[in-house]
Every structure is written in structure tokens, then in C-alpha cells.
């Protein structure tokens, strides 16, 4: 994963930690009301702040919901090094596969207010070509990670030498997602969604 650039100290620090409490309170707007319930208002509410605040910040609601969009990738990293109990470059890549992979599955409130907004950003992107672009630029990166930890199991001699990473990579993410959309609408439950992933990765490692 690329380093974080240097957070700003003084007012810009400032700045940033109130947008970023502003995108956590969308994002607890999402658990309990889903996306339609994101307003001014209630975001306000649950970021204790005026309405007026939140503006100066985000002038359109669709600011919120990318604010959010973003704010959700964010912690989702911030949870996957976590999990990774340590620098991800230091940890096996067949473990940071399975991690991210899972991860991309809702599994408790922050996760499914995460991908919820995740989803509803894919929808609106494809009547939305600024945010299409900014997906396919998002997916480009997170595709060529994903492919550049096959290709070190690559040379391990851990998975077979005539799979195409990337092409491998995306495979995998699309799966996920598409999981996550089942666990979202209530298809399947995160276990099953979980192990089918388990089982893909099984299957790729031979």
C-alpha cells in the first residue's frame, strides 16, 4: 500500500479532523437510515455541529457522500493494517490477500455503513462520468496492488506460473463485491460470503 503523506499541522490539521468528523457522522447516518437519510441536519446532529458548519465544508450533499466514500476507504486500510498486526510490506502476501479480500465483506456496523456507501458511489457513477473516473483511477491502483502481491506468490512458487495477476486480481476484487452485494441485500450472510472467498483463494493456491 503507498505511504500517507505527512498529515498538516495548525489550522489545516484542524480542518482535516473536522471533515473527517463530519465523514464519520455520515457514515453512522448510513448504519441507522441508510443513504437516503443523509442530510444537513442530521449529519449536524450526529457531527455536533450547525448545519451551517457541515455546509461550509461540504456545500452538496453529494460531498457528503464522497467525504464518506473516502473517509470509508480510509478507516478500511487503517483496518487491514490493523488485522495485518504490523507494516504490510513485512507480512506474507498470501495473508494480505485473504485480509483485503475479506475485508471487502460487511462484517460489523463500520464496515457495512462502508460498503454501503461504496455501493451506492458504483451506482452513481454510472450515470456520473466524474465519479466513474474516479472509481476507474481508485480500481486501477487497488487492481495493480492486488496483482503485484500474486506476482511475489508468483515467484514464491506458491500459485501457478501461467496465472495472469492482474486479470487474477480483478477477478477476485469482482467476486468480493459481488458477495458484499449479496450480504447487503440479505442473499447470503457474511460467513457464507466469507468462506466462498476462502474456498477461491484455496482453489487459486492449489
Request: charged residues 30%; proline residues 5%.
Amino acid at each position: 500500500m503507498p505511504n500517507r503523506p505527512a498529515r498538516p499541522r495548525g489550522p489545516g490539521r484542524h480542518h482535516d479532523e473536522r471533515r473527517a468528523e463530519i465523514a464519520d457522522a455520515v457514515l453512522a447516518v448510513v448504519v441507522e437510515l441508510g443513504l437516503d437519510g443523509v442530510s444537513l441536519t442530521e449529519v449536524a446532529r450526529r457531527a455536533g455541529v450547525s448545519p451551517g458548519r457541515v455546509q461550509h465544508y461540504f456545500p452538496a450533499k453529494q460531498r457528503l457522500i464522497e467525504a464518506a466514500f473516502d473517509r470509508g476507504n480510509e478507516l478500511s486500510e487503517a483496518r487491514i493494517r490493523e488485522r495485518a498486526e504490523g507494516p504490510l510490506e513485512e507480512a506474507r502476501p498470501a495473508e494480505v490477500l485473504r485480509i483485503v479480500l475479506d475485508e471487502l465483506i460487511p462484517y460489523d456496523a463500520a464496515s457495512t455503513a462502508h460498503l454501503r456507501v461504496r455501493q451506492s458511489f458504483i451506482a452513481r457513477a454510472l450515470a456520473d462520468e466524474a465519479i466513474a473516473a474516479k472509481l476507474r483511477a481508485l480500481y486501477a491502483g487497488f487492481h495493480d496492488r492486488m496483482a503485484a502481491l500474486l506476482s511475489a506468490e508468483q515467484r514464491a512458487g506458491t500459485v501457478p506460473e501461467g496465472l495472469e495477476p492482474r486479470a487474477a486480481a480483478r477477478a477476485l476484487v469482482a467476486q468480493a463485491e459481488g458477495l458484499a452485494s449479496y450480504v447487503l441485500l440479505g442473499v447470503v450472510d457474511a460467513a457464507e460470503a466469507r468462506g466462498q472467498l476462502e474456498r477461491s483463494l484455496a482453489e487459486l493456491y492449489g
